[in-house]
């Protein structure tokens, strides 16, 4: 999933984008988890967006342990 591609959705918020693939490779989905990596690769703002999501999933995960 390249920057271009996110712009080519026209009602879709490249942060959504990118957490939907943050979602879908933390369930173990490759193809996600490469597409996120090329795009963080060609976009620092990307990376840094992807660490943030990161950062508010693990603050969420360690509030809601599972029961």
């Not at 597409?35 to 809601?64: F, G, H, L, Y």
């Amino acid at each position: 999933m390249g920057a271009a591609h996110a712009h080519e959705v026209p009602n879709r918020d490249w942060l959504d984008e990118l957490v939907e693939l943050h979602v879908l490779a933390a369930s173990g989905d490759s193809a996600a988890a490469s597409a996120a990596e090329r795009w963080m690769s060609a976009d620092p703002a990307v990376r840094q967006a992807w660490t943030e999501v990161e950062k508010t999933c693990d603050r969420i995960r360690a509030e809601n342990p599972p029961r």
